[in-house]
T-cell receptor
């Protein structure tokens, strides 16, 4: 079982819609959770960090964490074509003392 | 803002060569990491370092070594390059282990 799992997609949404990206993780003692955006040919860029249960909002982005169900999600409101990218979920666990990255979900926003 | 600088964006080398990839960060971060990224395989950790002169093996250290003589610089060395080491190499740094990693622009390395 992988430490972090994401649906590889591709996920397509129309411009202006809400894009919902999901991530599950296997280690219950995971502590820190991150979402990265990666454009084709570029390096990952941090867009959200979340450390406690619940929602965290930053502009059009909302991260949701549910530790009991071991999932973290990213909502992108009013999706724009510039949001088209691969989104990586990352989890830090003190048990393994290591970051674990998912393989990413490809998002396409259709104008 | 955190700045992680990798010495080359593109690099072409020949099999058997010794290859050096350099990474420098300007935020006094304790932790530095080297990953490679291949289509369908995601990010794979090669080596990491939590302090100067310290290094730890990641998931795929074979064929690689690292050097961290100064806090801001973390070098990846391919001892004898092979074609299966053609990849995108990404350096990252973080202030603390459980805090976000910040990536450099990456080096696309081709071994011919």
């Amino acid at each position: 079982q992988k430490e972090v799992e994401q649906n590889s997609g591709p996920l397509s949404v129309p411009e202006g819609a809400i894009a919902s990206l999901n991530c599950t993780y296997s280690d219950r003692v995971s502590q820190s959770f991150f979402w990265y955006r990666q454009y084709s040919g570029k390096s990952p860029e941090l867009i959200m960090s979340i450390y406690s249960n619940g929602d965290k909002e930053d502009g059009r982005f909302t991260a949701q964490l549910n530790k009991a169900s071991q999932y973290v999600s990213l909502l992108i409101r009013d999706s724009q074509p510039s949001d088209s990218a691969t989104y990586l979920c990352a989890v830090f666990s003190w048990r393994g003392n290591q970051f674990y990255f998912g393989t990413g979900t490809s998002l396409t926003v259709i104008p | 803002d955190v700045k992680v600088t990798q010495s080359s964006r593109y690099l072409v080398k020949r099999t058997g060569e010794k290859v050096f990839l350099e990474c420098v960060q300007d935020m006094d971060h304790e932790n530095m990491f080297w990953y490679r990224q291949d289509p369908g395989l995601g990010l794979r950790l090669i080596y990491f370092s939590y302090d100067v002169k310290m290094k730890e093996k990641g998931d795929i250290p074979e064929g690689y070594s690292v050097s961290r003589e100064k806090k801001e610089r973390f070098s990846l060395i391919l001892e004898s390059a092979s074609t299966n080491q053609t990849s995108m190499y990404l350096c990252a740094s973080s202030l603390l282990q459980n805090q976000p990693q910040h990536f450099g622009d990456g080096t696309r390395l081709s071994i011919l």
